[in-house]
């Protein structure tokens, strides 16, 4: 079983659909992250969360909500989103909150906004 | 603001070929580096982590530098093959503010030519 799991791996919507993305990693990890992935532009970190507290909002839009419930389990329920919006979602997770180790990335959920 | 470039931003090689993947980036004050590769649809598969006072990092047949005074670092690929096609990531986290908060380059997509 890979480290990081993320479902769905595609997912197609509306702009006026609710859905989320869910991540779970199996790592024994403590804090988890929310990436966008846009063609042709490097990786964007949106969301850090740390022994389920939210450290880090990267100045994401409100149509984009992330939840924790545990440090195994990171969400990130969509509503309203634009097309821009189209991207690949990565979740990562790590040991320990102080940078010193690395990242460890799901396959990622490629969403479509149609 | 931190900026990470990658050069170049595809290379194709052929097999058994040694060759060199470069970062630069703008702001010397790195808490650590990690270079990453991605292959198509996937994830990102973390390489190697040097922090801020290492000079180098090797793991198989990779070999990754750093020269933090110059805003450098370079992915030394020695013999390389077919399975190493895919793209390579840099990725550098700051010194203070948010620690966790990773800075990555645009990429290089490498292809391996049997």
């Known amino acids: 079983e890979t480290g990081v799991t993320q479902t769905p791996r595609h997912l197609v919507m509306g702009m006026t659909n609710k859905k989320s993305l869910k991540c779970e990693q199996h790592?024994?990890?403590?804090?988890m992250y929310w990436y966008k992935q846009s063609a042709k532009k490097p990786l964007e970190l949106m969301f850090v969360?740390?022994?389920?507290?939210?450290?880090e909002n990267n100045s994401v839009p409100s149509r984009f909500s992330p939840e924790c419930p545990n440090s195994s389990h990171l969400f990130l329920h969509l509503h309203t989103l634009q097309p821009e919006d189209s991207a690949l979602y990565l979740c990562?997770?790590?040991?320990?909150?102080?940078?010193?180790?690395?990242?460890?990335f799901g396959d990622g959920t490629r969403l479509s906004i149609l | 603001k931190q900026e990470v470039t990658q050069i170049p931003a595809a290379l194709s090689v052929p097999e058994g070929e040694n060759l060199v993947l470069n970062c630069s980036f703008t702001?010397?004050?790195?808490?650590?580096l990690q270079w990453f590769r991605q292959d198509p649809g996937k994830g990102l598969t973390s390489l190697l982590l040097i922090q801020s006072s290492q000079r180098e990092q090797t793991s198989g047949r990779l070999n990754a530098s750093l020269d933090k005074s110059s805003g450098r670092s370079t992915l030394y690929i020695a013999a390389s093959q077919p399975g190493d096609s895919a793209t390579y990531l840099c990725a550098v986290r700051r010194s203070s503010g948010s620690a966790r908060q990773l800075t990555f380059g645009s990429g290089t997509q490498l292809t391996v030519l049997p």
């Open positions: 990562a997770s790590s040991q320990g909150g102080g940078g010193n180790q690395p990242q460890h």
């Open positions: 790592l024994g990890h403590n804090a």
């Open positions: 969360y740390n022994f389920k507290e939210q450290t």
């Open positions: 702001d010397s004050a790195i808490y650590n």
